[in-house]
């Protein structure tokens, strides 16, 4: 296949081709290192290099103050719906939902192991259409 496809929906999306060729060139070894990234241990210092480099890249791209952690974690859509309620519903309060989908029935799943949750919209009776009931 001669001509690229860009994908710019939800997940993995388009990378620039430098930054393929560079991850091509690597992926067998990393300069210096005689072993690829996959095959490296998570405590070595070569590791070490590579994630804080990134935190920091991440810190100046998007301005997170050194007060923040950075947290690189697997997961994608399906962890927030967890990790929203557990940082942001208090143990007496209530999250209130809108279910509009399946990704909302997710949330509203996840948000109940957590705390108590009110759903005050739902376009479930529509077929979840753009049209809601209260």
């Known amino acids: 296949m001669t001509e690229r496809i860009f994908n710019f929906s939800a ?21 210096g290192v005689g072993m690829s990234v996959m095959e490296i241990s998570h405590r070595s210092k070569t590791f070490d290099e590579i994630i804080n480099a990134a935190e920091t890249g991440l810190r100046e791209l998007l301005g997170i103050p050194d007060n923040y952690h950075v947290l690189f974690l697997q997961g994608g859509a399906s ?45 479930k009776e529509e077929n979840y259409s753009l049209s809601m009931s209260t």
Do not use: C, H
């Not at 388009?14 to 560079?22: M, R, T």
């Not at 192991?113 to 005050?120: E, N, S």
């Open 11 to 31: 997940g993995p999306g388009v990378l620039p081709v430098p930054v393929l060729e560079q991850a091509q060139r690597e992926m067998l070894s990393l300069p």
């Open 79 to 123: 962890l927030q719906f967890s990790m929203v309620p557990m940082n942001l519903l208090p143990a007496d309060g209530v999250a209130d939902y809108i279910l509009t989908g399946s990704w909302g029935k997710k949330a509203v799943k996840e948000a109940k192991k957590v705390g108590t949750v009110d759903v005050v919209g739902s376009s």
